[in-house]
């Protein structure tokens, strides 16, 4: 990591290190203090303070907005991990798991106020568009995680459906934080929606990556358990490819292994992988992603600033796709 | 009601129903169009509205913010009834019921960003004032939330944490609503401060005249079942005195109905009725309605503008304490 990007996530983790979390009644803020100290690594507000950056802004104008953003995004994992029943977090029982729902349903609920009171902190000349953008970007996240869930149930998704899912789910935080990082910095609308697009686009491909390693990762160095999305019947990127593509034989395969006709899970994940590499999605995946990539990139070379003031982002964009940090 | 109500009601319902509720995914939208169409009152937003009036302020200025309150106190019974178990709200399903628990957290949650969404339409030179004052009172609500769980598994509350309780979860919204009508019709600080104390005077009154209808209200006007804060062992303010005052025949029967040894509801609703009766309850809760009445009325006095401005104001406050609305 760039001596800039460590200041940078050094300063976002002052400013959280100061906000005072636990107060009374503390089975309302010990959660919030769990969640929001998990380990996470602050990639939005690191994202919204190198936009900040990069055109020329005053990084302590960001910083409770970037923060704001950092809290709102924890309050989405504490709510999603109830409705999704993940038990996991980062590698520690999530907030439902270690306490129980209402709790994670209320701790989570004063988390979206406290975002919205770091995201207050912003110089009143912006208040207005950064709240805007805000707001959209909630309405958007919780779509694209009604999105998720519709598809638990649906029999067919289409590529185009399930790249819209991720992008609202998962790409337009990320972009909403570099475009309130330059609307602070006073960038023009045009150079705004410019790095709005970039985060939109490494969104999309950080979150096909992010199905790969699923499957095709290193179990010890990612962290998760191979195959989970398989387990789950998740229709992720491979998954929809996989049904596009596959012959008579490996569509039975596919059948078998989702309607949970195989049993036992080692058998239906390496059954399932076996399809993937026949068709050579390991591959497809990773050229999908870099084609987000590649027109995220292009729009940030759109942006009429000198290459260098460019770097950092780039190495955060391409740390985050190459699961570096 | 006088026309003045009628007229500030039905511009607040034109306006909700000019907000187009129900978008795609229909799954998300569906249950927050239920939600706030099912028969509510206003009684918040119309609040914002008087005060906006009352200081001779332009209500078109306070209607977005005022719908913003109504929208999160809508929020606040979604998530409210997922945790509390409430399977009927005004009488029809409540969303986790009609849904399920999941649909009630995230359509909850879309409801709060477009809670801040109609916040923002606040006039800009307000704009942080009304959402500092947002803030705050939604971690207050959260916080009394938290407090009211906590009491189910205390042994014993205290009259003035049970009265800190109904101020947080209840009483601080109305609050609100009145200060951020004073605020956006120019009213001083010691006018905007004096509101709200009538507001949350009024909201304490108004969940001790709740606590007393529960059990002396007649089912038929009231709409709910008599008795359930008995049989849901709530620690009401009758609960919390009862207790206090009891001789020891009375604290055997009270203890005996609460720790559910008899088994029959109407006979521990009887058991429990007659020991508050004995004890004057239903009378000593109606003089400490009017106890916190009269202080919010002090506060309203001390206002310095013509009786008869205040005059729509008091009405809808006695109408909530009379329940005639």
């Known amino acids: 990591m760039s001596s800039k990007l460590k200041e940078l996530t050094e300063k976002i983790n002052q400013y959280i290190n100061s906000i005072e979390l636990v107060k009374q009644p503390e089975e309302l803020y010990l959660p919030v203090d769990y969640c929001l100290n998990n380990g996470g690594k602050r990639v939005r507000p690191l994202m919204a303070l190198l936009a900040c950056d990069m055109f020329d802004g005053n990084i302590d104008h960001v910083t409770g907005p970037a923060v704001g953003m950092e809290i709102f995004h924890n309050f989405t994992l504490m709510h999603d991990d109830i409705m999704d029943e993940a038990p996991l977090r980062r590698g520690k029982p999530s907030v439902y798991k270690k306490w129980n729902a209402n709790t994670a349903i209320l701790s989570g609920d004063v988390m979206f106020a406290m975002a919205i009171q770091h995201i207050a902190k912003c110089p009143p000349e912006h208040l207005k568009t950064i709240l805007d953008l805000f707001n959209k970007t909630v309405i958007e996240v919780c779509e694209g995680q009604q999105y998720d869930m519709n598809f638990e149930t649906l029999d067919k998704v289409t590529e185009e459906q399930y790249i819209n899912m991720i992008r609202l789910k998962t790409a337009v935080l990320p972009a ?37 390693l699923d499957i095709f990762g290193d179990e010890n160095t990612f962290g998760k358990k191979s195959g989970g999305d398989i387990i789950a019947n998740k229709k992720t990127w491979l998954y929809i490819k ?7 034989y490996q569509l039975r395969d596919l059948r078998n292994a989702f309607t949970n006709r195989i049993f036992n899970p080692e058998e239906k994940i390496s059954m399932v992988k076996k399809v993937y590499l026949e068709l050579g999605l390991d591959q497809s995946a990773l050229d999908k992603m870099e084609e987000y990539n590649s027109i995220a990139i292009a729009s940030l070379d759109k942006i009429d600033i000198a290459k260098e003031k460019k770097e950092d982002l780039k190495e955060l964009a391409q740390n985050l796709l190459d699961r570096a940090i």
């Open 242 to 248: 996989a049904f596009e593509m596959a012959n008579e």
């Open 176 to 212: 909403a934080c570099l475009q309130a990082g330059a609307v602070i910095a006073g960038a023009s609308p045009e150079e705004s929606r410019l790095i709005y697009d970039f985060g939109e686009n490494v969104g999309i491909a950080f979150q096909i990556k992010d199905d790969w």
